[in-house]
């Protein structure tokens, strides 16, 4: 894992079905776990969250000495005492803690042994991502292109701990999944009723148990 971000979808991306498109779209990207599993493909990450999408640029234009250059930070440590670039203080945010919706500032217990590898690890990835396209917007404003559409947005219980969580339709996001043009794979946990989802898995999600849920439509 190269940055923690909550309901990310590291332990089970393996479940989902392979694309069968070139293109694979995240209409709510967070940390793209689906993408990173399929990088190769044309991939457009969108996220109304800017502070997300500030990530994924920052990413995209860094370099590995950039990374390499970044504080050891240690448990106790806070982020305001270095002088980071916005960009870098969104970015070691996440690192810094486990799970979590927004960056952090101060490094956790549980994190700090954790840090190093997983800057290492967002190393490895960013001649893999230089390719993609990034939007910060909301989901409908996206083309309906055909394309594998990976539909993972705060979930109907829980999500309210997104910054814009507590705001999403699903009556309409509903209606929206089930207009979008090739392969539409939706992520859902626990409950969930806007669409008629099936069991993907259950497992530890590091809190607490959940229960992975999954909704799967092809127009082909």
Known sequence: ???SYYGSKSKVVKLYPEPSHDKIIE????????SLEHWQNDIVLCDKNPTI?????YLQNCNKRDL?????LQHGERLSDY???QEERNYLGFVVS???????????KRAAPKVSHKIQRTIDILDKIKHWT???GDYTEIKNERATWFVDPPYQNGGEHYPFGNKLDYDKLSAWVKTRNGQVIVCENNQADWLPFVLLKGHWGGRKHSTELLYLHSDE
Do not use: D, H, K
Not at 68 to 72: A, D
């Open 134 to 136: 990034l939007v910060c």
């Open 27 to 34: 209409p709510f990207a967070g940390s793209a776990r689906y």
């Open 83 to 85: 002088n980071l670039s």
């Open 1 to 3: 894992m190269m940055w």
């Open 98 to 108: 486990e799970g979590v919706s927004t960056p952090r500032n101060t490094v956790t």
């Open 68 to 72: 390499q250059s970044l504080p050891v």
């Open 53 to 57: 999408i500030s990530v994924w640029r």
